[in-house]
């Protein structure tokens, strides 16, 4: 069956240190992979896109990346801040429909002080 | 320069009854995608609009429909109400409908069926 799974779990880090957020899909053949972050009660914001034929974004403190073989992306937040704390979305999309956009369920993230 | 907006903002329903959301897309936007966001899960995509038509779908039953009007707002509309549609419905826009258009998401509708 086809899935997008993300951390299960919240995760927490001490401000300061390297965030890093797993995205793994089966049975998908992704055009590109999208990230998302999502405070509570607000709607998703855009954060980085990365298309299946590139191996590293970066933005600012952000970076992607992104592994067609593993069927893995990993997103880092580096220098942490409580302010990055939030739920942080991964989502693809297809060749075969490239308006359709799947989600994964996200990953709490946290910062503490 | 406006974003994304979305209104009601909260709804209350009761089962068998019939809603109808609506939203504007960001200025200069010509494409609305309309999400289904239930507790602790990540969106799920409904339908996508472009050109007043319908161009995707996700796997929701015609109880969903929706509308594009010639300004590129759109609506949608959800008939016989379940107490499984209550949920935060997000609508997003973008320009065009093709591979790598970001999208902007307006803050959503929660929608409470009792």
């Known amino acids: 069956s086809q899935k997008i799974e993300q951390n299960s779990e919240a995760l927490n880090i001490q401000e300061g240190k390297t965030a890093t957020l797993t995205c793994n899909y089966t049975?998908?053949?992704?055009?590109?992979l999208q990230w998302y972050r999502q405070d509570p009660g607000r709607g998703p914001v855009f954060l980085l896109l990365i298309r299946e034929n590139e191996k590293e974004k970066r933005k600012e403190r952000l970076k992607v990346t992104f592994d067609t073989t593993l069927k893995q992306s990993l997103f880092h937040i580096t220098a942490s801040q409580p302010a990055d704390s939030a739920t942080y979305l991964c989502a693809l999309a297809l060749y075969s429909s490239a308006s359709k956009i799947i989600f994964g369920s996200g990953t709490r993230l946290s910062i503490r002080p | 320069d406006a974003g994304v907006t979305q209104s009601p903002t909260h709804l209350i329903k009761t089962r068998g009854q019939q809603v109808t959301l609506r939203c504007s897309p960001k200025s200069g936007h010509d494409t609305v995608s309309w999400y289904q966001q239930a507790l602790g899960q990540g969106p799920q995509f409904i339908f996508q609009y472009y050109e007043e038509e319908e161009r995707q779908r996700g796997n929701f039953p015609d109880r969903f429909s929706g509308h594009q009007y010639p300004n590129y707002s759109s609506e949608l509309n959800v008939n016989a109400l379940l107490l499984g549609d209550s949920a935060l419905y997000l609508c997003?826009?973008?320009?065009?409908?093709?591979?790598?258009?970001?999208?902007?998401f307006g803050p959503g509708t929660r929608l409470t069926v009792l």
């Open positions: 997003a826009s973008s320009l065009g409908s093709g591979y790598g258009n970001e999208q902007f």
């Open positions: 049975n998908y053949s992704p055009a590109y």
